[in-house]
């Protein structure tokens, strides 16, 4: 069973073969082996975990869609991220934009949605990378 991770800036991985994959969807945790039903579901942020040869491969992943068949699995995601993070720095990130968010929540009539949604969507990457960052 093939595996293969896109992102916007290009293919991240490409197996011919995995044991297992983990994926964080819509509908909570699935774990995908060869021989899977087929699925088509959308990504949340979260960890990706692929064990190929006995050895784990773990990636930060934002939202995206996940597509299996019997013999092939293919993942496009917004962000897919394997470098180290520094986790203090994310949690800091992440008390910050908690903050502004707050405050914003408590302007509604006078906020862009925009700007609401832009701060919610790095919160949600910086949650992503706080997972992969701990799993490490």
Do not use: C
Request: proline share 3%.
């Amino acid at each position: 069973m093939k595996i293969t991770l896109t992102s916007i800036s290009g293919t991240a991985l490409s197996l011919d073969s995995f044991q297992s994959t983990s994926v964080v969807t819509e509908e909570g945790v699935i774990t995908i082996l060869p021989g899977h039903e087929p699925i088509i579901s959308s990504l949340k942020p979260g960890l990706l975990k692929i064990v190929w040869n006995d050895s784990t491969y773990e990636y930060a992943l934002w939202w995206g869609v996940v597509q299996i068949s019997p013999n092939e699995v293919r993942i496009l995601a917004d962000m897919i991220e394997d470098g180290w993070h520094d986790l203090e720095e994310i949690r800091q990130r992440k008390r910050l934009t908690e903050e502004k968010l707050a405050e914003l929540r408590s302007q509604w009539d006078l906020i862009s949605m925009e700007s609401y949604i832009g701060l919610e969507q790095e919160y949600l990457k910086d949650i992503a990378r706080e997972q992969f960052t701990l799993n490490r």
